[in-house]
C-alpha cells in the first residue's frame, strides 16, 4: 500500500510535514512528489531542510508561468507519475494549482483523493484559490477539515457526512513543534530593526496585478511606515510593479526577499502586527496572538476572526486598525478547536481507517 502526497508551494510544505511524520509512525508507505510550482530556494527548498521533510521522490520542475500553462505541466506530469505507481490514495494539501491539477488527474485514473485543508470558502470566485478549493473539494473522498465552519460548507454543498472529518490544522502542528525555534531577537538584529516594527506579506492579484491598486496599495503603505517600521519580504509575484511604484522608497521600509520558514515566523513573532493577504498567515498570527489586519474584502478563514487576532481590512480602515493594533486594542480570544498540535496525528488515523474500510469492501 503506497499514499502519494503532492506537494508544490510554500503553502503546502508546513501542512505536509506533519502529516508524513504521522504516516511514517504507522508503518505506512508513502511517496513526495514536489511539483517545483515554487522553486526558489527560499520558497520551497529551504522547507524540506528546516521541517524535516522528507527529499522528494520526483521533482516535476514545472515553474511558474500563467495558469493553464502551468496547470497543463502539472496534469501531464502528474499523470505519468501516477500511472508509474498507481498509489492507493493522493493526499493534496490546501489550494494551490498543484493541488487542483492533482485532484483532476487522480480523479481521472480511478485513484481516490484525500483533502487537507477542505471546506474553506471566500465566496469570491475571482480568486484562483477558491475555483481550485471547489473543485478539489468536489473530487475529494476524505475532505479533512481544521474548523467547523469548513464543514458546514461542505455539508451545504451536499457532501456526504461520512467523507468528512473535523481533524484540525496541521500547519499549526509545524508550528508549535518549532515555537522555541523563532528567534525574533536574531531577526530583528539581522535587520537592524528597532523594538517595535510590523510584517507585511502581500501578493494576491487583486492587490499587486493591477498598476492603479498596487499605486494605492504603496501609498498606503508608506503611511503605514510612518507609524512604525514595515517588514515586506517580497513575494516574486507583483515584485516589478510594487517595485516601480517606489515600494523601498519609504526611509521606514524594509523590502527583503522571501524568507525560510524559520526566519518569517521568528520575524513574526516579534512584530507588533502584520499586514497580510495571505490566508496561512493569518492562522499563524491567530496562534502567536499578533494582530493581523487582512488586506481583503473576505477570508476564507473566519475562524481567525472568531477565534483569533485577525480582522479584515479595506484600504480605508486599514491605518485606524492600525492604530487599533499598535496601541494594544486588539482582544485576543482563545485558540480554535483542535489546532493542538495533534492533526497530522488525527488525520493520518482517519487515512488509515478510511483505506482499512475500503479494503474491506
Known amino acids: 500500500m503506497t499514499l502519494l502526497h503532492v506537494t508544490g508551494a510554500r503553502p503546502n510544505f508546513p501542512k505536509a510535514a506533519p502529516v508524513i511524520a504521522a504516516l511514517a509512525a504507522l508503518g505506512v508507505r508513502q511517496r513526495l512528489v514536489h511539483t517545483g510550482q515554487h522553486y526558489d530556494d527560499r520558497m520551497s527548498e529551504v522547507f524540506f531542510r528546516e521541517l524535516d521533510l522528507p527529499r522528494p521522490d520526483i521533482n516535476l520542475g514545472v ?34 494549482n498543484s493541488t487542483l491539477a492533482a485532484a483532476i488527474v487522480a480523479s481521472k485514473l480511478g485513484i481516490p483523493v484525500a483533502h487537507v485543508e477542505a471546506g474553506l470558502r471566500s465566496f469570491d470566485m475571482s480568486m484562483p484559490e477558491e475555483i481550485n478549493r471547489i473543485v478539489t473539494d468536489r473530487l475529494s473522498d476524505v475532505l479533512l477539515c481544521t474548523s467547523a465552519d469548513a464543514i458546514a460548507h461542505l455539508a451545504h454543498e451536499g457532501v456526504p457526512a461520512e467523507r468528512i472529518h473535523l481533524v484540525g490544522n496541521p500547519m499549526i502542528d509545524t508550528l508549535l513543534a518549532n515555537l522555541d525555534r523563532f528567534d525574533a531577537d536574531r531577526m530583528r538584529t539581522q535587520l537592524q ?12 492579484p487583486g492587490n499587486v496585478d493591477d498598476p492603479e491598486s498596487a499605486g494605492e496599495l504603496v501609498a498606503l503603505l508608506h503611511s503605514a511606515a510612518s507609524r512604525a517600521d514595515i517588514v515586506l519580504p517580497l513575494h516574486p509575484r507583483g515584485r516589478a510593479v510594487l517595485e516601480a511604484l517606489g515600494l523601498d522608497d519609504h526611509p521606514r521600509m524594509h523590502v527583503v526577499e522571501p524568507l525560510g520558514y524559520l526566519d518569517f515566523m521568528g520575524l513574526v513573532r516579534g512584530s507588533r ?74 488525520i493520518a488515523e482517519v487515512v488509515v481507517d478510511w483505506l482499512g474500510d475500503r479494503e474491506r469492501r
Open 273 to 346: 502586527a502584520v499586514i497580510t493577504d495571505s490566508g496561512g498567515v493569518q492562522e499563524e498570527t491567530t496562534v502567536l496572538g499578533i494582530p493581523c489586519l487582512t488586506l481583503r474584502p473576505n477570508t476564507e478563514r473566519p475562524v481567525t476572526i472568531t477565534h483569533g487576532s485577525n480582522r479584515l481590512a479595506t484600504p480605508a480602515t486599514l491605518l485606524p486598525l492600525l492604530d487599533d493594533a499598535l496601541s494594544g486594542g486588539v482582544d485576543i480570544p482563545r485558540r480554535p478547536p483542535l489546532w493542538d498540535g495533534r492533526a497530522g496525528e488525527r
Open 193 to 204: 530593526l528597532p523594538d517595535d516594527y510590523l510584517v507585511a506579506t502581500l501578493h494576491r
Open 63 to 96: 515553474g511558474s508561468g500563467g495558469h493553464a500553462q502551468q496547470t497543463a505541466a502539472l496534469l501531464v506530469g502528474l499523470e505519468e507519475e501516477m500511472l508509474a505507481t498507481r498509489p492507493e490514495l493522493v493526499i493534496v494539501y490546501g489550494d494551490v
